[in-house]
Nanobody, 123 residues
């Protein structure tokens, strides 16, 4: 069992960068694929990025591909989301989630969720 906790959200101007972190408690972190999702007001939660258990592969939503980079450090039980060239439409609450073993892009398949961190991009 893992419990993710996100940090690093905040306000940023369009074109700027932010790095989100997600640290998960538990001794079995390396058994979990991790994902980042986001939810804007009045919209459904959507997939952003995911990474395999050992960090050798990542997969991104088309809307963030080339701008966001996900990575993980299993020694620190932490995953990161580096967000560059931020756009107004990236404004959302960003959630970190853990899924046992294989990665997925569907939120309903993830086992554990953090509380989320707000990212606001202004013009």
């Amino acid at each position: 069992q893992v419990q993710p906790v996100e940090s690093g959200g905040g306000f940023v101007q369009a074109g700027g960068s932010l790095r989100l972190s997600c640290t998960a408690s538990g001794r079995t972190f390396s058994n979990y694929a991790m994902g980042w999702f986001r939810q804007a007001p009045r919209k459904k939660r959507e997939f952003v990025a995911t990474i395999t258990t050992n960090g050798d592969s990542t997969y991104y939503a088309d809307s963030v591909k080339g701008r966001f980079t996900m990575s993980r450090d299993n020694a620190k039980n932490t995953v990161y989301l580096q967000m560059n060239s931020l756009k107004l439409e990236d404004t959302a609450v960003y959630f970190c989630a853990a899924k046992f073993r294989n990665w997925e892009s569907k939120p309903k398949l993830y086992d554990y969720w953090g509380q989320g961190t707000q990212v606001t991009v202004s013009s």
